[in-house]
């Protein structure tokens, strides 16, 4: 299975800390993207890193990708309240047949961040 | 900013009818999906979607269900004839027409209920 998964489950911390949430996958990749998912509503794209790439940042988030451990990070720097909600990450698998890229979610890390 | 619209928010049907999932994709985007998620359940791929043709679907996107562009903004998925286990989130997503540019948009989601 392609599918990967992030860990911790479930991470809390004080508003002001950095957050990082790691995820591994199983085979090679074109790419890996990061989501958020507030309680119940959509996904919302954060950030996407391609295979060749190893590190890359938006804003307070800096995702890093290490292909030949097969695992990436995300790093939520100065984390708010507001920062609290799921977050998943999602290859896309490196499959010259499938163009349009279905994307293989794990099971999301629950980030609580305490005012 | 645009994004990619779902309706309805929540629909409850009966085992056994038929259910249609409404999506408006962003404009300029020529690839479509449709995902759903289980309560406490991965993001699972339903089906992707491109110049009117089915372009990969998984295992769980067996004949009860049905995707059409009817028109030249709505992207629709049809479930024939419910069952129990469909009640999820429904998710469409969709992206830009330029191959490179990978990042999927998902919408807000349709919660569907079938009692």
């Known amino acids: 299975s392609q599918q990967g998964e992030e860990d911790p489950q479930a991470l809390s911390i004080q508003e002001g800390e950095n957050a990082t949430m790691n995820c591994s996958y199983k085979?090679?990749?074109?790419?890996l993207q990061w989501y958020r998912q507030n309680s119940g509503r959509g996904l919302v794209h954060l950030i996407l890193?391609?295979?060749?790439?190893r590190e890359k940042h938006s804003g307070r988030l800096r995702v890093t990708l290490d292909t030949s451990k097969k695992s990436s990070s995300l790093l939520i720097t100065a984390s708010r309240a507001a920062d609290t909600a799921s977050y998943f990450c999602a290859q896309r698998k490196a499959d010259r047949g499938s163009t349009l890229g279905r994307l293989y979610f794990g099971r999301g890390t629950q980030l609580t961040v305490w005012p | 900013e645009p994004e990619v619209t779902q309706t309805p928010s929540h629909q409850v049907t009966q085992m056994g009818q038929e259910v249609i999932l409404r999506c408006v994709p962003i404009s300029n985007h020529l690839y479509f999906y449709w995902y759903r998620q289980i309560l406490g359940q991965k993001v699972e791929f339903l089906v992707s979607f491109y110049n009117n043709e089915i372009s990969e679907k998984s295992e769980i996107f067996d004949d009860q269900f049905s995707v059409e562009r009817p028109d030249g903004s709505n992207f629709t998925l049809k479930i024939r004839s419910t069952k129990l286990e469909d009640s999820a989130m429904y998710f469409c997503?969709?992206?830009?027409?330029?191959?490179?540019?990978?990042?999927?948009?998902f919408g807000p989601g349709t919660r569907l209920t079938v009692t």
């Open positions: 890193i391609r295979s060749n790439e």
């Open positions: 085979t090679s990749i074109n790419n």
């Open positions: 997503a969709s992206r830009h027409r330029v191959l490179d540019l990978n990042e999927q948009y």
